[in-house]
C-alpha cells in the first residue's frame, strides 16, 4: 500500500510535487534539499502508488528516542486514500509516538483514525505559510557593527532549552541535524556567545527563530531572517516559513520584510501518544 521511491524517482516526484504549491510546500520543500544535498538520509519518502500518487509522505526512520521527535511529512490530494494509509497500512505504528507536519484541512481525518484506534492525538500547532518570493525585493537592513555568525554543535543545549518544544531534551537529535546539515544564522556577542539564532528544518523551512529576552528591541531578529533567506535563496531552496497563529510578532516581522501568505491554506502538526516520548 506504501512505496519507497528510489533516487530517480524522487526527482520526479520533486517536479510533480512543484504543481501543487503551496498546498505541497513542505513535502516539496525536503525533496529540493534531498536531491541537492541528500543531508538528512534518515527520512524514508513513500507515496500510494506510482507514477500518479495521491499521498507522499517523507518519514524518519527511528534508531534512538531523539529521532523521534523528527516529524513525518505529509501532502496528499485525496482525502480516502489518506484515511485508508492512516487506518490499514503498517507505515504509521498507532501503539507509538509519532508526528506528522501537514494541511489544516486533514484534521477530522487524523482525529477520526485515531479515535478509532482509541489513542490519543493533539494537535500541537496550527500555522501560516509564509513565503518570500522574491528575494531582492528584501528591504535593506543595517547589520553594521553586529556579529552575524553560524550556529555550531556547541550551541546545540541553549537552542533546545528555549525553544518550545524542545523540553526535556527530547529535540537534541532534531536540533543537532539541523545545525550539521543545513543553513543556520546568529547573532553573537561580545564574548562569542549566540544571543539570536535562527535555523532550516530538513523541509527548507526557516524558524526556531529565538531572542534572549535582555537582547530583544536590537533589531536582531530581522537580520537574521533577511540573512538567512539570502543564503537559502543562493543555494537553490525555496525561502520560506512557518508561523504560528497566535504569533503576531512573528507574522508581522516576516510580513514587513516581504513573505506573503495564502489566505487559503493553513499547516498543522499532530502529535499521536504524545505523553511516550515526554515520560
Given at each position: 500500500?506504501?512505496?519507497?521511491?528510489s533516487e530517480d524517482q524522487l526527482k520526479t516526484a520533486e517536479n510533480e510535487l512543484k504543481k501543487y504549491l503551496p498546498m505541497s510546500q513542505q513535502v516539496y520543500g525536503f525533496l529540493v534539499i534531498r536531491n541537492r544535498v541528500r543531508s538528512d538520509p534518515v527520512r524514508r519518502v513513500l507515496v500510494d502508488k506510482w507514477p500518479q500518487f495521491r499521498v507522499i509522505m517523507c518519514k524518519p526512520q527511528v534508531e534512538q528516542k531523539s529521532d523521534l521527535f523528527k516529524d513525518t511529512l505529509l501532502f496528499a490530494t485525496d482525502a480516502a486514500v489518506l484515511e485508508e494509509i492512516l487506518s490499514k497500512s503498517s507505515v504509521f505504528d498507532w501503539s507509538k509516538y509519532f508526528c506528522v507536519g501537514t494541511s489544516v484541512s486533514h484534521t477530522e481525518i487524523f482525529k477520526a483514525v485515531a479515535s478509532a484506534k482509541g489513542v490519543p492525538c493533539k494537535r500541537v500547532a496550527k500555522c501560516y505559510l509564509m513565503t518570500l518570493e522574491d528575494v531582492s525585493r528584501l528591504p535593506p537592513v543595517d547589520s553594521s557593527g553586529i556579529s552575524v555568525s553560524s550556529l555550531d554543535e556547541s550551541h546545540i543545549g541553549l537552542v533546545s532549552q528555549t525553544w518550545k518544544f524542545g523540553k526535556d531534551d527530547v529535540a537534541v537529535g532534531l536540533i543537532r541535524n539541523m545545525i550539521a546539515n543545513f543553513p543556520s544564522c546568529c547573532v553573537l556577542d561580545a564574548e562569542g556567545k549566540p544571543v539570536s539564532w535562527i535555523l532550516t528544518?530538513?523541509?527548507g523551512?526557516?524558524?526556531?527563530?529565538?531572542?534572549?529576552p535582555e537582547h530583544r528591541g536590537k533589531g536582531y531578529a530581522k537580520i537574521l531572517v533577511s540573512s538567512l533567506a539570502k543564503r537559502n535563496h543562493a543555494l537553490g531552496y525555496p525561502v520560506y516559513s512557518f508561523i504560528e497563529e497566535e504569533n503576531a510578532v512573528s507574522y508581522r516581522l516576516f510580513t514587513n520584510l516581504g513573505f506573503t501568505e495564502d489566505p487559503s491554506y493553513r499547516e498543522a502538526w499532530f502529535r499521536v501518544n504524545e505523553f511516550q516520548i515526554f515520560q
Open positions: 500500500m506504501a512505496f519507497e521511491l528544518y530538513a523541509s523551512a526557516i524558524g526556531m527563530l529565538y531572542t534572549l
